[in-house]
Nanobody
Framework: QVQLVESGGGSVLSGGSLRLSCVGSGYGFSEHYMAWFRQTPGNKREGVAGISPQGSVPFYADSVKGRFTISRDNAKNTLYLQMNSLKSEDTAMYYC????????????????WGQGTQVTVSS
């Protein structure tokens, strides 16, 4: 099991940037696929970006391609999400998650979750 703690959320103007971090502890951070999800009230959790265990292959939801970059530093047990050109529709609670299923952005495929960090984008 991996314990996850997110940070880096906040309020930003449309067009701005934020960098989210997620620190993992416990067993096997570097063996897991990692991903970022987001959720707004009344909606299901949406997969945003994922990355392979060694960090060589990222994958993205179409809504964030070209604007968001996922990366990881396994030596630091840390996952990142660089968010550029933010839009009001990016406003959500952002969660990091760990799983063992390849190339998935389905929430049901991830077993360990952080508590979330709020991102608010205003125009």
């Amino acid at each position: 099991q991996v314990q996850l703690v997110e940070s880096g959320g906040g309020s930003v103007l449309s067009g701005g940037s934020l960098r989210l971090s997620c620190v993992g502890s416990g067993y096997g951070f570097s063996e897991h696929y990692m991903a970022w999800f987001r959720q707004t009230p009344g909606n299901k959790r949406e997969g945003v970006a994922g990355i392979s265990p060694q960090g060589s292959v990222p994958f993205y939801a179409d809504s964030v391609k070209g604007r968001f970059t996922i990366s990881r530093d396994n030596a630091k047990n840390t996952l990142y999400l660089q968010m550029n050109s933010l839009k009001s529709e990016d406003t959500a609670m952002y969660y990091c998650a760990a799983g063992t299923v390849s190339w998935s952005l389905e929430a049901a495929q991830y077993v360990d979750w952080g508590q979330g960090t709020q991102v608010t984008v205003s125009s």
